[in-house]
């Protein structure tokens, strides 16, 4: 089981816009909890945004709230994270994950927990 970017991250000035994507592999979105996660230096690792399985209840973090956007596409096997209106803060490794448990809420409120499966980190970085 395994995920694959589609669309790696990168290099975006503040205000700015980039749509990142996840693409599973070996397994069916349709039965998992989606989430983004993720980590800048020195910092732990935090819960972006998630969605859940069941009845697309979403989470975001406070900070990102308004600003990202997450969503699936469960026929393309896809996950993606909108993000809009980028700053500084927002600069990190940003990892995708899914899991079989839990809801969107819980996925995202324990960002350290064992997820079922994780994809590669991608770096954004918001700077001018």
């Known amino acids: 089981l395994r995920f694959s970017a589609g669309v790696w991250g990168g290099l975006v000035q503040p205000g700015g816009s980039l749509r990142l994507s996840c693409v599973a592999s070996?397994?069916?979105?349709?039965?998992?909890?989606m989430g983004w996660f993720r980590q800048a230096p020195g910092k732990a690792r935090e819960g972006v945004s998630c969605?859940?399985?069941?009845?697309?209840?979403?989470y975001y973090a406070d900070s990102v709230k308004g600003r990202f956007t997450i969503s699936r596409d469960n026929a393309k096997n896809t996950v993606y994270l909108q993000m809009n209106s980028l700053e500084p803060e927002d600069t990190a490794v940003y990892y995708c994950?899914?899991?079989?448990?839990?809801?969107?809420?819980?996925?995202?409120?324990?960002?350290?927990?064992?997820?079922?499966?994780w994809g590669e980190g991608t770096q954004v970085t918001v700077s001018s």
């Open positions: 969605i859940d399985k069941s009845d697309g209840s979403t």
């Open positions: 994950a899914a899991d079989f448990t839990l809801t969107a809420q819980a996925m995202g409120t324990y960002p350290e927990g064992n997820m079922d499966v």
């Open positions: 070996g397994f069916s979105l349709d039965y998992f909890t």
